[in-house]
């Protein structure tokens, strides 16, 4: 390959060590050790492990939100750490996440549409619209994700959840990205809306060639949406390679026992990923 | 249960909080009162029959008069009108509450603010400042500061603000540190916005409805305290009316001139009532989520 990868991770480490009080530390914590990945442009990575292997974790180091103990992240070759103010702008442009709980990860004192416009008044300088611009835009965005214009005016807890995942996933792309870093956008939402999200991420796929790291429990979901599939147990990687060498000829026990807990992959929408109530 | 139950509701919603409290009888009460207790502040000495006994003027001659058409309220042991003195006494009292708990509430939301916001030793500073000025009960901090600095309505309002800042500022801390971690601030963060975006857009928005709903409660305490602190002497000085003040000196003629502890008695009640009803109501209406 002669581009470098969209985003490669290299040996990324977090160690995390729990304030007991004041002065003493408690005893470390391992979120990721030594993990390495390659997202290239519009392919899907599928991270998969157990509650608490440190994916979430993964996706705050990723965003530069926290930073890694060792290792290194390269967006498109360049080290992220190493961003100064101005292409670390321009690089949160290109980086978006969707959060597993469309209800907390919306702001409840925002419309929907102030919710959509927020990213492209962040990067008011790269996007470049003006007031009328943006709320052409807004309306674009809203009709990708499969809402009514209608929907704009509605605060979150006016939405249902498959909504309120829609306009995630609208906020997600107002800023033009490249790469969407999708935590279990799937896990909070009931079995149909589900399968409409994932559906919707598959065609924004399609169309717009984005590049998803997404995040699951749900092997079932990741085999459905995802060409290469991770697996982290313990913050280590497990295994990784192109979806169907996982599934068919896993090669380590770990992964053979994740494939052989997940029910049914017949039928792959028939997801094991229990509905977790939100109010 | 679950969110997906909810039905849609229908357009047109920006005053929707107004709509709830509106549902709410008792906080329309609460309202009532309370408008009613701030008109009286503001034109309560306009209103009172007798101006000249708000002024200091006593008659004698009219010393201990029972409930007539000519004082509603009877007449005290300097021969004033109680129903004057207790409209005018709502000034002070009013102002008094207002200024304690504006004072209090907006310095304790400032370091309340900042040390969730900023966290580190910052937070860990101001936040064992804040235990050690809750130790203290609030009242005794008040009786000690006005004895220091004298009796008067500056000092006395001092006083109270300087007990009344903790309560905001853990209150604020604790909003702050619970809305930092929400995802939709980790979004915000994850999208490039500034600290200054994030803090007046997402944090801010989501931590001022349990500071109003406090204000509007701690309105009826501070006013009570106010008058604690004229009841034991140390508030405004007569002849400046003042609720706590003239039931300390009614109570040396109660039981059989009652009715010199009434109206005042009554004003307090009525207005600590007031912003009772007033705060329960805020809270239950503005809160995005609703329908408790």
Not at chain 1, 175 to 189: F, M, N, Q, R, V
Request: proline share 7%; net charge positive; glycine share 10%.
């Amino acid at each position: 390959m002669a581009d470098p990868p969209l985003l490669e991770l290299r040996g990324v480490s977090r160690l995390y060590r729990p304030r007991r009080s004041l002065l003493a530390r408690g005893p470390e914590v391992v979120a990721l050790d030594g993990v390495s990945l390659r997202i290239a442009q519009d392919e899907s990575l599928g991270v998969v492990g157990e509650s608490g292997a440190g994916k979430s974790t993964l996706t705050r180091i990723i965003l530069r939100l926290e930073r890694p103990d060792a290792g290194q992240i390269l967006y498109r070759g360049a080290d992220v750490a190493r961003f100064g103010p101005g292409a670390l702008r321009a690089f949160r442009a290109r980086v978006q996440i969707v959060f597993q709980d469309p209800q907390a990860a919306l702001n409840p004192r925002m419309t929907a549409e102030e919710i959509v416009t927020e990213p492209m008044l962040v990067h008011r300088d790269t996007v470049g619209l003006d007031r009328r611009g943006r709320r052409a835009r807004v309306a674009e965005l809203i009709e990708t994700v499969g809402l009514r214009p209608d929907h704009l005016r509605r605060f979150p807890h006016e939405l249902s959840g498959g909504q309120r995942q829609r306009i995630g996933i609208a906020r997600a792309l107002a800023a033009g990205p490249e790469l969407l870093l999708l935590d279990e956008p799937t896990s909070a939402l009931d079995v149909s809306a589900q399968a409409q999200v994932l559906n919707l991420l598959i065609d924004l796929q399609d169309r717009l060639g984005l590049g998803y790291l997404f995040i699951s429990h749900d092997l079932a979901v990741v085999r459905y949406l995802c060409d290469r599939i991770a697996l982290i147990r313990q913050g280590r990687l497990v295994e990784e390679g192109p979806a169907a060498q996982i599934f068919d000829a896993p090669r380590t026990a770990c992964a053979r026992r994740l494939i052989d807990a997940a029910p049914d992959l017949g039928a792959p929408l028939r997801s094991a990923g229990r509905t977790t109530g939100t109010d | 249960m679950t969110a997906g139950t909810r039905l849609p509701r229908p357009a047109a919603r920006r005053p929707r909080a107004l709509r709830r409290f509106g549902r709410n009888r008792l906080s329309l009460l609460g309202a009532g009162l309370v408008a009613l207790v701030l008109a009286l502040a503001l034109f309560g000495p306009l209103l009172a029959p007798y101006p000249a006994h708000v002024a200091g003027g006593i008659d004698t001659a009219a010393r201990f008069q029972p409930p007539s058409a000519a004082h509603p309220f009877g007449t005290n042991e300097l021969g004033q009108d109680v129903l004057s003195l207790t409209l005018a006494g709502a000034r002070v009292s009013v102002l008094a509450g207002f200024s304690v708990v504006l004072i209090g509430g907006t310095t304790g939301t400032l370091i309340g603010g900042i040390a969730g916001f900023l966290g580190g030793w910052i937070d860990e500073i101001l936040m064992r400042l804040t235990d050690l000025m809750l130790i203290v009960p609030n009242l005794i901090l008040a009786m000690t500061v006005a004895a220091v600095l004298g009796p008067g309505f500056q000092n006395m309002v001092l006083a109270l603000a300087l007990g009344w800042w903790p309560g905001y500022a853990r209150l604020l801390r604790g909003e702050v540190l619970a809305a930092r971690e929400r995802p939709h601030v980790t979004a915000a963060r994850a999208m490039g916005a500034s600290q200054a975006r994030v803090l007046v857009r997402h944090i801010l928005p989501n931590c001022v409805s349990p500071v109003i709903v406090k204000m509007s409660l701690d309105m009826g305490f501070a006013i009570l305290m106010v008058a604690g602190l004229g009841f034991i002497g140390i508030g405004v000085r007569p002849p400046v009316p003042e609720w706590g003040t003239m039931l300390a000196t009614a109570r040396a003629y109660m039981p059989d001139m009652w009715w010199v502890a009434m109206a005042p008695g009554l004003a307090i009640f009525v207005a600590v009532f007031g912003f009772n009803l007033l705060g329960d109501g805020l809270r239950d209406s503005l809160d995005p989520r609703g329908g408790r």
